[in-house]
Protein backbone atom coordinates (compact mmCIF):
# COMPACT_ATOMS: atom_id res chain seq x y z
CA UNK A 1 0.00 0.00 0.00
CA UNK A 2 1.38 3.24 -1.20
CA UNK A 3 1.72 6.48 1.27
CA UNK A 4 -0.31 9.09 0.48
CA UNK A 5 2.28 12.08 -1.13
CA UNK A 6 0.61 15.29 0.55
CA UNK A 7 0.95 13.16 3.91
CA UNK A 8 4.85 12.37 3.31
CA UNK A 9 5.12 16.19 1.45
CA UNK A 10 3.22 17.75 5.25
CA UNK A 11 5.54 15.54 7.45
CA UNK A 12 8.63 17.32 5.58
CA UNK A 13 7.50 20.49 5.73
CA UNK A 14 6.32 20.32 9.69
CA UNK A 15 10.21 19.54 10.14
CA UNK A 16 11.45 21.88 8.31
CA UNK A 17 8.85 24.52 10.00
CA UNK A 18 10.40 22.95 13.07
CA UNK A 19 14.23 23.07 12.52
CA UNK A 20 13.36 27.04 11.51
CA UNK A 21 11.92 27.52 14.62
CA UNK A 22 15.15 26.36 16.34
CA UNK A 23 17.12 28.43 14.10
CA UNK A 24 15.27 31.56 15.32
CA UNK A 25 15.49 30.85 19.13
CA UNK A 26 19.27 30.29 18.69
CA UNK A 27 19.59 33.14 16.61
CA UNK A 28 17.91 35.33 19.35
CA UNK A 29 20.21 33.51 21.98
CA UNK A 30 23.21 34.40 19.88
CA UNK A 31 22.06 38.21 19.89
CA UNK A 32 21.65 38.30 23.20
CA UNK A 33 24.45 37.01 24.14
CA UNK A 34 26.28 38.54 21.92
CA UNK A 35 24.91 41.73 23.53
CA UNK A 36 26.16 40.73 27.45
CA UNK A 37 29.30 40.28 26.50
CA UNK A 38 29.64 43.85 24.78
CA UNK A 39 28.42 45.06 27.85
CA UNK A 40 30.88 43.40 29.88
CA UNK A 41 33.02 44.57 27.71
CA UNK A 42 32.88 48.14 27.99
CA UNK A 43 32.33 51.00 25.21
CA UNK A 44 36.37 50.72 23.87
CA UNK A 45 36.76 54.19 24.02
CA UNK A 46 38.32 54.54 26.94
CA UNK A 47 40.51 51.24 26.15
CA UNK A 48 43.83 51.97 25.21
CA UNK A 49 46.13 49.08 23.23
CA UNK A 50 49.41 49.14 25.50
CA UNK A 51 50.92 47.60 22.20
CA UNK A 52 50.38 51.01 20.25
CA UNK A 53 49.70 53.30 23.59
CA UNK A 54 53.34 55.45 22.48
CA UNK A 55 53.28 55.58 18.76
CA UNK A 56 52.80 58.41 17.00
CA UNK A 57 51.57 58.09 13.46
CA UNK A 58 53.36 59.94 10.58
CA UNK A 59 57.51 60.40 10.18
CA UNK A 60 59.06 59.34 12.44
CA UNK A 61 62.24 61.91 13.90
CA UNK A 62 65.63 61.06 12.93
CA UNK A 63 67.58 58.81 15.32
CA UNK A 64 70.89 60.72 16.53
CA UNK A 65 74.49 59.57 16.71
CA UNK A 66 76.11 60.35 19.82
Do not use: H, T, Y
Not at 12 to 30: G, S, Y
Not at 45 to 60: L, R, T, V
Amino acid sequence: MAMNPGASKRQKELARQERAKEKEEKRVLRKKEKGERADLKGDGKDDIDPDIAGIIPGPQPKLEDE
